[in-house]
T-cell receptor
Framework: AQTVTQSQPEMSVQEAETVTLSCTYDTSESDYYLFWYKQPPSRQMILVIRQEAYKQQNATENRFSVNFQKAAKSFSLKISDSQLGDAAMYFCAYLTSGSRLTFGEGTQLTVNP | EAQVTQNPRYLITVTGKKLTVTCSQNMNHEYMSWYRQDPGLGLRQIYYSMNVEVTDKGDVPEGYKVSRKEKRNFPLILESPSPNQTSLYFC????????????FGNGTRLTVT
């Protein structure tokens, strides 16, 4: 079974600085999708960014970008110019064509003013 | 407004008293699923449904039932709740699991005493 590991339970960053959240996964599949979701205190789950495994180019969404290393099975999220509104729990998730969406344990991000 | 609606938002009950958490989506999505979120464990999939009358177990199905009699509704049933089912529950849906964003409900905080 596939697993997703987020080794940083908590991270903090100064406002306007850059922070990287790490995620590794274990799979024998060659075709899959990876996601980062954000969960603010409101509990709402918000999709931040997605990456298709067959694409070599790293996905980018405004201040959010990923570093996808397929051979290393690593999928880190970089947040540039951090804002107070970025404070949230961040979940990495892995999806195969078999319809199983597996989440990591989460990383709680604090943004300090 | 396109949304996934879960009810109730909060529920406190006692061991053994059957309960149902409702989930409804108005986007004509084929795929629906239930997750539970526990500290340090992230979100774990309970059940999912690829379409009407098609349901499958996720990673933690024990103690739960689901049904998909209509496309828009996917209720989660706890026939005999136990304290270890105290958790935050999310319903989610997408048009197709692959290639479509997953829309989440706002969550149901369940406490079983």
């Amino acid at each position: 079974a596939q697993t997703v590991t987020q080794s940083q339970p908590e991270m903090s960053v100064q406002e306007a600085e850059t922070v990287t959240l790490s995620c590794t996964y274990d799979t024998s599949e060659s075709d899959y999708y990876l996601f980062w979701y954000k969960q603010p205190p409101s509990r709402q789950m918000i999709l931040v960014i997605r990456q298709e495994a067959y694409k070599q180019q790293n996905a980018t969404e405004n201040r959010f970008s990923v570093n996808f290393q397929k051979a290393a099975k690593s999928f880190s999220l970089k947040i540039s110019d951090s804002q107070l509104g970025d404070a949230a729990m961040y979940f990495c998730a892995y999806l195969t064509s078999g319809s199983r969406l597996t989440f990591g344990e989460g990383t709680q991000l604090t943004v300090n003013p | 407004e396109a949304q996934v609606t879960q009810n109730p938002r909060y529920l406190i009950t006692v061991t053994g008293k059957k309960l149902t958490v409702t989930c409804s989506q108005n986007m004509n999505h084929e795929y629906m699923s239930w997750y539970r979120q526990d500290p340090g464990l992230g979100l774990r999939q309970i059940y999912y449904s690829m379409n009407v009358e098609v349901t499958d177990k996720g990673d933690v199905p024990e103690g739960y039932k689901v049904s998909r009699k209509e496309k828009r509704n996917f209720p989660l049933i706890l026939e005999s709740p136990s304290p270890n089912q105290t958790s935050l529950y999310f319903c989610a849906s997408s048009f197709r699991l692959i290639g479509s964003p997953l829309h989440f409900g706002n969550g149901t905080r369940l406490t079983v005493t």
